[in-house]
């Protein structure tokens, strides 16, 4: 079975590194989907602790997202959070347009 290693993002704020070698819930940017999900995963620095870890780039939420640190640190994804489901929002039927309107008269007429 071939393993494909993910690549995922963090921003922090500076001066703020990730808890290593813990379980510790971060908020990760998916690079391929670029989608954001919340997970309970381990980090480390040394890809060696981590079995079958995929790549966590740090990134600081200050200066555009400027790159932390040059060499990646693995990430064991042990559990991804559900996001709660958003409640539909019925859009209220739209009110007639001044065309709609103008439309309307000429058909009477």
């Not at 510790?24 to 998916?30: F, H, I």
């Not at 790159?67 to 959070?81: D, N, S, V």
Request: zero cysteines.
């Amino acid at each position: 079975m071939v393993s494909t290693v993910k690549d995922f993002r963090i921003f922090l704020k500076p001066g703020d590194l990730p808890l290593e070698n813990q379980e510790t819930l971060v908020r990760v940017q998916d690079e391929e989907t670029l989608e954001f999900q919340e997970v309970r995963a381990l980090l480390s620095r040394s890809f060696e602790s981590l079995s079958d870890a995929d790549r966590l780039w740090l990134y600081s939420y200050e200066g555009h997202g400027q790159l932390l640190e040059e060499k990646a640190w693995a990430i064991k994804l042990l559990e991804r959070k559900e996001e709660a489901a958003e409640q539909a929002r019925v859009i209220p039927k739209r009110r007639k347009t001044l065309t709609d309107l103008i439309r309307e008269r000429q058909e009477q007429e």
